[in-house]
């Protein structure tokens, strides 16, 4: 062996991580190799033919419009490199990219949540009379075609790296849109980086659909959320939401503000200050579960942060049981975190879950086609959820049995 042989022999193997950059990276020219194809061909057609060919339009488009795969592709050519939008999100090609996409540190807790779901398996039963099952619930007053709701997500800057591409009111309009198209709730989010003025912006767009969305708040300076309550009330959503697993962020806070634990006594005060239900997202203990519903909370939201907070949290799954076996039934209890499919959604309600919050795949669908990417996300994990119930005999998302989980 000669010693340029011994030297090819110890090439370093190219990661997953190099893997998905180059492919996104290639992905994104070959989009653009072939829109200049287009745009070509239709200027030598004429005027008329230019600007169908310049969006990028299907040639047999569906009556409609877009496809899911066309919203997937748009949306990976905004958000990279914040997102890879991988075929299989799975957190490896963006580990440790926080502020950005992925999960904190060695991004163990962002896998930690799909590998808890994976851990469940459903049992396949098909001898009963469950044909059509029923997948609508009621929220806050609201009926809704699916147990599915949107996930907290913002930052539409310095998460997402949309500068110029996506404004935040094109961006909260597929969020609310698109799941008012779907039949169920989208939410506006407060991010930590966020002035006052940029929340009023996403607020404007929950009143400008007539008040049919959830509003969340950071756990700021008490005087602060009781502020941003106000205007939620005032936008007309159903209900506000603080997502006290944020308190780990305190270094992105740009002076003055705070973001910060709450005591059981500062959570009350809260709950008193607003007549709307008041929801505490970020609980992963039974402990914390019952600390909730003595405050007062409507509900709770079994969550890790997507796995972007505190590193080598347990998946959501995992700690669900025994949270709900603690409080279900004396408040509402959500659940997120690596939901990517209907079954996902049926797993966590078999685990006690009343709903279940989506992230990635609603925010991809929001910046890859606006209000119909994101109706396209959820009818297709709806769709999911109806044959995974068929096929474990689940007549309603309203009651679905622990056994059926395998």
Known sequence: ???????????????????????????????????????????????????????????????????????MKAAREKLYPKCRVCPECDGQACSGEVPGMGGIGTGKAFRNNLEALASYGLA????????????????????????????????????????????????????????????TLGFAADGIEDPVTTYATRLAVIKKFGGKGLAQVKPRAQVDIIERMHMVEASGAKA????????????????????????????????K??????????????????????????????????????????????????????VKGRTLVFADGGVRYGSDVLKLLALGANAVLVGRPVLRGSVGGGAEGVKLVLEKMRSELVDAMVLTGTASVKKVSRSILA
């Open 273 to 326: 200050a607003t007549k709307l239900p008041f929801v505490i997202k970020g609980v992963m203990t039974p402990e914390e579960a019952q600390l909730a519903v003595d405050v007062g909370a409507a509900g709770i939201v079994v969550s890790n942060h997507g796995g972007r907070v505190l590193d080598h949290t347990p998946g959501t799954a995992k700690v669900l049981p025994a949270i709900a076996k603690a």
């Open 124 to 183: 396949m039963k098909t001898f009963h009379d469950v044909k059509k099952p029923d997948t609508s619930i009621t929220l806050f007053g609201e009926k809704l075609s699916m147990p599915i709701l949107s996930a907290i997500t913002g930052g539409v800057t310095y998460n997402m790296g949309l500068k110029g591409k996506v404004t935040e009111e094109e961006y909260m309009e597929g969020v609310i849109g698109g799941c008012i198209a779907a039949g």
């Open 240 to 271: 506000i939401f603080i997502d006290i697993d944020s308190a780990g962020r305190a270094a992105r806070c740009k002076p003055p503000q705070i973001v910060e634990p709450k005591t059981p006594a500062q959570l009350r005060e809260l709950v």
């Open 1 to 71: 062996m000669n010693q340029n042989d011994r030297r090819e022999i110890q090439k370093p193997a190219v990661t997953r991580r190099d893997f998905f950059k180059t492919a996104a990276v290639s992905a994104g020219a070959m989009a653009v190799a072939g829109l200049a194809v287009k745009v070509e061909a239709a200027e030598a057609a004429g005027p008329a033919a230019a600007p169908a060919a310049a969006a990028g339009a299907p040639a047999a488009a569906a009556p409609g419009g877009k496809t899911l795969p066309e919203v």
